[in-house]
């Protein structure tokens, strides 16, 4: 029965574990201001269609599977911000945005980003609210609701910040506060020379253009999430973590730094209720600083992973790449 030990051989050669997947067709993630309007109407429809998709996650006050994701950040905003793991969790988050728009909604591109230098100082004319082929406009200033392009009707079930109540998506932009998404300041957080000091400058300036440019419910640091340009927004910062860690790849996805626990009242960050349970900072840190084996808890939507299993976007398991606009 020699060929039968041969063909066993042969089969658990082709069963064996490979488990470096190298990452060889990397999904490119483009510029919103790249896209032609049948893409951008592409994006637009699958987030629509996220919208419509009822929860299944069992997350207090989520409907919709828009919502659901949303919840993800609400409920471990102090876990996510203002700490280590505040780069590699929205990571995980714009993955899992991505995976949901194609999966279950039929979405055949990959994640957009806004390249925000191209309309720092001037959000109010950006291509991106436009009111058609992108997010809509600015919030009414009597209501603060938005009222035009394809969320205008749409209803946040979570928010602001810990509230679980039902209201518009509002919005107050500010071309004063997006001039902090400038080209300066991103190539001033590129040039930091480690984690420790490049992910504060990317947390503040760059991440704060963003959300303090569109204001209202972006501007909460708790519930930003329920505005749809959030992902084009934290999409845009993970580039930007990207840039900086492909300066010295080997290095820069080989360690992480920082702390757990955001203290309270940060600012842009509502009180926490005691009905949300303060992090303890211990998911996977064996004391009180980050590190690679840190758990990204996804609440059930996607498996939880490690910042290690995020620090590389064409590793072992994120396979993807920043198209330049
Ligand atoms: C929002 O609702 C109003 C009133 O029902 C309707 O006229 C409008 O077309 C809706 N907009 C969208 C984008 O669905
Ligand atoms: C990255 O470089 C710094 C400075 O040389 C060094 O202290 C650190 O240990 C390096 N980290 C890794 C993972 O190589
Ligand atoms: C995900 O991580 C959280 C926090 O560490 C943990 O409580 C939860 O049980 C994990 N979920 C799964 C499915 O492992
Ligand atoms: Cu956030």
Redesign the pocket.
């Known amino acids: 029965m020699a060929w039968f030990r041969e063909v066993a051989i042969f089969a658990l050669l082709l069963c064996a574990p490979t488990n470096a997947q190298p990452c060889t067709n990397p999904a490119k993630r483009r510029a919103w201001h790249t896209l032609n309007n049948i893409e951008k109407t592409e994006y637009l429809d699958a987030e629509l269609c996220l919208m419509n998709k009822p929860a299944r996650l069992g997350l207090p006050g989520a409907k919709t599977r828009f919502d659901e994701l949303q919840a993800i950040h609400q409920l471990q905003a102090y876990a996510t911000h203002h700490v280590g793991a505040f780069l590699p969790f929205h990571r995980l988050m714009m993955l899992a945005h991505e995976t949901a728009l194609r999966t279950e909604c039929g979405y055949t591109g990959y994640q957009p980003y806004w390249q925000e230098q191209l309309d720092a100082g001037k959000f109010s004319q950006s291509v991106l609210f436009d009111p058609v082929y992108g997010f809509g406009g600015d919030g009414s200033r009597t209501t603060g609701c938005i009222t035009t392009g394809p969320f205008a009707n749409y209803t946040n079930s979570l928010g602001p910040g810990y509230e679980i109540t039902n209201h518009c998506i509002n919005r107050r932009i500010s071309d004063a506060m997006s001039a902090r998404s400038s080209q300066a300041n991103v190539g001033n957080c590129l040039a930091k020379p480690d984690f420790g000091t490049a992910w504060p400058c990317i947390e503040d300036a760059p991440h704060g253009g963003g959300h303090g440019g569109v204001g209202g419910q972006m501007i909460n640091g708790v519930s930003s999430p329920g505005d749809p340009i959030f992902y084009l927004h934290h999409t845009w910062l993970d580039k930007v973590f990207w840039d900086w860690q492909a300066r010295d790849r080997a290095n820069r996805t080989g360690g992480i730094t920082g702390t757990n626990i955001m203290p309270d009242n940060r600012r842009g960050f509502p009180p926490r209720p005691a009905s949300i349970p303060k992090p303890t900072g211990?998911?996977?840190d064996p004391g009180t600083v980050t590190t690679l084996g840190h758990?990204?808890?996804?609440?059930?939507n996607s498996?939880?992973k490690t910042i290690a299993d995020v620090m590389d976007i064409q590793g072992e398991f994120l396979c993807y790449q920043y198209v330049e606009p």
Not at 295 to 300: A, E, T
Request: glycine share 18%.
């Open positions: 211990a998911d996977g758990v990204l808890n996804m609440y059930g498996p939880n």
